[in-house]
Antibody, heavy 121, light 111 residues
Framework: QVQLQQWGAGLLRPSETLSLTCVVQ????????WSWIRQPPGGGLEWIGE???????NYNLSLQSRVTISKSISGKQFSLSLTSVTAADAAVYYC???????????????WGRGIMVTVSS | QSVLTQPPSMSGAPGQRVTISCTGT?????????VHWYQHFPGTAPKLLLF???RRPPEISDRFSGSKSGSSVSLAITGLQADDEADYYC???????????FGGGTKLTVL
């Protein structure tokens, strides 16, 4: 069973850049797709974007101008960068695995525990 | 405002059957995109409950099942148990937004 361990800064000021990392433990990066998903307080889930084993990405159209998802050279980590954050970006951020890409109708079968990110001046 | 519409809350007594609906449009569920369901206990990682409309991961009880009709899908839970009390989310793919979309979630209370 894949396990995902997340870390990153949980408190940001407006206009700063959010940076989170997810480590793939007990599982293979190859053949899988890795997404970031967020949930604002009291809100529903929102898919942010995905990266595959080759580093190819797909992004949520509403966030793509501010988002970068990348995979480490070692292949066991992937990261999320979201620039120019505002209060609307405050949320619990999850990393997740899918066995097919989102364009093929992926489901997310392994999730990290989530990191709460607060945006406050 | 979520793309997929779910009732915000539902409740049922132990042993009962409850059905949670998820309504989409002709750019997602109505277009034939498959639907997945997740169970989420706040503070923990969401768990995949059903995928591809009605398929269960091996570790998921057969008390959970899914059905689809037109632009709507339903998650049925039979023999309701206290530890079924959680938030439930549906997810599909939207052809216009070109990405996964979720319902707003349904908080299930076991009375």
């Amino acid at each position: 069973q894949v396990q995902l361990q997340q870390w990153g800064a949980g408190l940001l000021r407006p206009s700063e850049t959010l940076s989170l990392t997810c480590v793939v433990q007990r599982g293979s990066v190859s053949g899988n797709y890795w997404s970031w998903i967020r949930q604002p307080p009291g809100g529903g889930l929102e898919w942010i974007g995905e990266v595959d084993q080759y580093g190819s990405t797909n992004y949520n159209l509403s966030l793509q101008s501010r988002v970068t998802i990348s995979k480490s050279i070692s292949g066991k980590q992937f990261s999320l960068s979201l620039t120019s954050v505002t209060a609307a970006d405050a949320a619990v951020y999850y990393c997740a695995r899918s066995k097919v890409g989102v364009m093929e109708g992926a489901s997310f079968d392994s999730w990290g525990r989530g990191i709460m990110v607060t945006v406050s001046s | 405002q979520s793309v997929l519409t779910q009732p915000p809350s539902m409740s049922g007594a132990p042993g009962q059957r409850v059905t949670i609906s998820c309504t989409g449009t002709n750019s997602n569920i109505g277009a034939g995109s498959v639907v997945h369901w997740y169970q989420h206990f706040p503070g923990t990682a969401p768990k995949l409950l059903l995928f591809d409309n009605n398929r269960r991961p091996p570790e998921i009880s057969d008390r959970f099942s899914g059905s689809k009709s037109g632009s709507s899908v339903s998650l049925a839970i039979t023999g309701l148990q206290a530890d079924d009390e959680a938030d439930y989310y549906c997810q599909s793919f939207d052809n216009i937004l070109r990405g996964p979309v979720f319902g707003g979630g349904t908080k299930l209370t076991v009375l």
